[in-house]
């Protein structure tokens, strides 16, 4: 009885987070509180035990989603070509730096009082991307001389110039030209960027 309690509240804590993550990247950081517990399917007091304040709502939200992109590199990698994983996990970057965007107001407040966090989240993120390329690298089919740290760079970029342009299907036409700069001409002929689309 007890372990299935506990399943019920990890599954509604996962449902706030995923319902929180889609808010923010729609409305930003001042979404609805009781739209968002709505939407989970849980009351507004279940909320606020979980998250007494909406800074907490937001760190939440951050980390769970750095988590999220930062561990699906490795399934990415186990079940796709590698073009295909990159060009996949790019285009999971870009909806990631948009739920990031709609916490923007609230979140250089959280990251200073919340030590290391930065640097984990930038960690966590730099060796998704590292196992990306190593596993192109070994098949032959993505550059070797390029660096997670230049890809996370190129990918700021591009969500940050297509966040401006308030044009998503410019970050999707943006994130194929960074994946076919990084593809071998072994790996040309692959069409994982493209395919992704």
């Given at each position: ?11 509604n804590h996962d449902?706030?987070?995923e319902?929180?993550?889609r ?6 950081a001042d979404?609805s509180l009781?739209a ?5 399917g849980?009351?507004?007091g279940?909320?606020?035990r979980?998250?007494?304040a909406r ?8 980390r769970a ?7 699906s ?5 186990a079940?796709?070509?590698?073009v295909?994983?990159?060009?996949a996990?790019?285009a999971d970057?870009?909806?990631y ?11 250089p ?9 930065r640097?984990?989240?930038?960690e ?6 590292a196992t990306?390329?190593r596993h192109?690298?070994?098949?032959g089919?993505?550059r070797?001389?390029v ?5 996370l760079?190129?990918?700021?970029g591009i969500?940050?110039?297509s966040?401006?342009?308030e044009?998503?299907?410019l970050a999707a036409?943006?994130v194929?030209l ?7 001409a072994?790996?040309a002929?692959t ?5 992704s689309?």
């Amino acid at each position: 009885m007890g372990s299935s309690l506990r399943a019920d509240a990890q599954a509604n804590h996962d449902r706030l987070l995923e319902v929180a993550a889609r808010a923010f990247a729609r409305e930003g950081a001042d979404a609805s509180l009781k739209a968002i517990a709505s939407e989970a399917g849980v009351g507004i007091g279940t909320l606020y035990r979980r998250f007494p304040a909406r800074e907490d709502l937001i760190e939440a939200t951050y980390r769970a989603e750095t988590t999220r992109l930062a561990d699906s590199a490795r399934t990415l990698v186990a079940t796709r070509p590698p073009v295909e994983a990159l060009a996949a996990w790019m285009a999971d970057f870009v909806a990631y730096m948009r739920t990031k965007r709609g916490m923007a107001e609230a979140l250089p407040a959280i990251l200073a009082t919340r030590e290391g966090l930065r640097l984990r989240s930038r960690e966590a993120l730099g060796e998704a991307v590292a196992t990306l390329l190593r596993h192109g690298a070994a098949a032959g089919v993505l550059r070797s001389d390029v660096t997670a740290r230049e890809v996370l760079m190129a990918l700021g970029g591009i969500t940050m110039i297509s966040g401006h342009e308030e044009d998503p299907a410019l970050a999707a036409r943006l994130v194929g030209l960074l994946v076919d700069g990084l593809v071998t001409a072994r790996g040309a002929g692959t069409g994982g960027a493209r395919g992704s689309e």
